[in-house]
């Protein structure tokens, strides 16, 4: 141990010599400028100029001091990030087309390798964008499993670690949608939309945080909410309800997995051009007896305030972000990607 002693009383904030036996100080200390060395008769002393403040409540004889950690400070660690940018992994459910996909290729032009996972119907698309992220010189396979059964998202999140090492990053994105007055809405209805977008997010979120924490060294899950998640639309109660719980979700999963180095965000998309939206607005249509893509387009001359339709890479951008190191200090956020249809 290295004892430091005061030799005279500390202005507040301002620097003030002390004297440390130099018996054990390591060589690399010894060589550091800002000391002069005071010879004694049992022992020599070198002469250091501290801060006040880091002796501020030391003892009027002396302070034992623990030899330097090799650790950063806590505030300058970084909060959720792997140690490296290099071999970077995540899993993107719901990623054969639409936004996921957008999603897969975006994180794979950042430096990760990439899981694509969907339901055994979307096999072809899968595999299509594996060929798209291998040709940008990534590392990527597909893994079909429904995110409404735990064991297949297990059996996911395990492969996915066989396949590409790691867990960095889980993009829980997989969702459906129905439009259906609320009235007419079955038990059925229900459950179908809670298994998947509740609980298939529930599920991602605990398989991936228990591998980040067998892990130990954090990591980044991400879920996909909605603007309904903030204001209902009519016809998409179920729907909306849905993705109000993944918001909630979300919170709660941030609150716990803090402790862990684990960051918990949720993007929320507004009108985007996808296939989902396009079978919403051919339903709309049918019930209020407008011609399809006429009730996007009301929505998007009406409600969006930049006066588009979003595009999938709208929502990767976002994500990307969300996934990156920027984001180190956001946890329990839902954020809004609409063009300005509500604002938060």
Known sequence: MVRLYMDAEPLDYHP??????????PNSLKTRPLYTTVSGQNHTKMAFRLPAR???????????????????????????????????????????????????????NDGYDVCINDVEANKS?????????????????????????????????????????????????????QVKALLDLTEQDLRRMFEVNVFGVYNCYTTAAKQMISQGSGGKILGAAS?????????????????????GLTQAFAMEMATHKITVNAYAPGIVGTAMWDLIDEKLGELQGAKKGETIKKYSGELIALGRTSVPEDVSNTVSFLASKDSDYMTGQTIVIDGGIIFT
């Open 16 to 25: 003030f010599l002390a004297t440390v036996e130099i018996s054990t100080l």
């Open 54 to 108: 880091t002796l501020w409540q030391a003892s009027p004889k002396f302070v034992t001091i623990p030899r330097v950690s090799s650790q950063l400070p806590r505030w300058a660690r970084s909060y959720a990030t792997p140690t490296t940018e290099q071999g970077r992994t995540a899993i993107v459910t719901g990623s054969s087309r639409g936004i996921g996909k957008a999603i897969a290729l975006r994180l794979a």
């Open 125 to 177: 698309g899968c595999d299509d964008v594996v060929k798209e992220i291998q040709s940008l010189g990534r590392k990527s396979f597909a893994y079909t499993a429904d995110v409404s059964n735990l064991k297949e998202v297990q059996g996911l999140v395990q492969a996915s670690v066989s396949e590409l090492g790691p867990l960095n990053t889980m993009v829980a994105n997989a969702g459906i949608a």
């Open 227 to 247: 603007i309904v998640a903030f204001k209902p639309f009519a016809l998409l109660s179920h729907y909306s309800a849905s993705k109000w719980a993944v918001r």
